[in-house]
């Protein structure tokens, strides 16, 4: 089945950049989104990037996508203590019939000031 | 547009009672997911719907848990009767289908089951 792994915890001092990794192992993958959730909140769609596509830029975001080693990452620059949250990864796979989306664990970022 | 709403936004009840979490999706989402999070097993999808028809309850825990969809614009998730390990926050989310399928999710019920 779909498996989508982050690593858990990330801190980085404002001002540098961030890199949250997120690994997957559905090779149909067609579509891959990173999610923000701030306290209390719901998931925030932030950006998504197709499978054809490498890279995609979006103001201090930069999505990153690797499909031969289905490595997908997001920069964060110029980290802000507003970026502090969780970030999900997450894929929609080709299989007939479904539209759902497999969610890594989050990877929860603190931004040090 | 408002968003996906979701009622109530905070439940605290006692173990053996029944709760019903409701969401309104986005007008002109045709599909509809419930997810669970917790600290020890993170984000569950439950149950989703593709034009109120239910498409993969797989996730649902335990027959305790049932989910309607009644119209393209209300969904009911209940839970009875309800136990402390359901202490939980609750979402729902709303895409449309065959348009990328990005989901919007709603702000979610913190579920509190004494």
């Known amino acids: 089945g779909e498996d989508v792994e982050q690593s858990l915890f990330l801190s980085v001092r404002e001002g540098d950049s961030s890199v949250i990794n997120c690994t997957y192992t559905?090779?149909?993958?067609?579509?891959l989104y990173w999610y923000k959730q701030e306290p209390g909140a719901g998931l925030q769609l932030l950006t998504y990037?197709?499978?054809?596509?490498d890279m995609k830029q979006d103001q201090r975001l930069t999505v990153l996508l690797n499909k031969k080693d289905k490595h997908l990452s997001l920069r964060i620059a110029d980290t802000q203590t507003g970026d502090s949250a969780i970030y999900f990864c997450?894929?929609?796979?080709?299989?007939?019939?479904?539209?759902?989306?497999?969610f890594g664990t989050g990877t929860r970022l603190t931004v040090i000031p | 547009d408002a968003g996906v709403i979701q009622s109530p936004r905070h439940e605290v009840t006692e173990m053996g009672q029944e709760v019903t979490l409701r969401c309104k999706p986005i007008?002109?989402?045709?599909?509809l997911f419930w997810y669970r999070q917790t600290m020890m097993r993170g984000l569950e999808l439950l149950i989703y719907?593709?034009?109120?028809?239910?498409?993969?309850d797989s996730g649902m825990p335990e027959d305790r848990f049932s989910a309607k969809m009644p119209n393209a614009s209300f969904s009911t998730l209940k839970i009875q009767p309800s136990e402390p390990r359901d202490s939980a926050v609750y979402f729902c989310?709303?895409?449309?289908?065959?348009?990328?399928?990005?989901?919007?999710f709603g702000p979610g019920t913190r579920l509190l089951v004494l």
């Open positions: 997450a894929e929609k796979g080709f299989k007939t019939g479904a539209n759902n989306l497999f």
């Open positions: 719907f593709n034009n109120n028809v239910p498409i993969d």
């Open positions: 007008s002109g989402h045709n599909s």
């Open positions: 989310a709303s895409s449309l289908r065959g348009g990328g399928e990005t989901q919007y």
């Open positions: 990037i197709f499978s054809n596509m």
């Open positions: 559905d090779s149909s993958s067609t579509y």
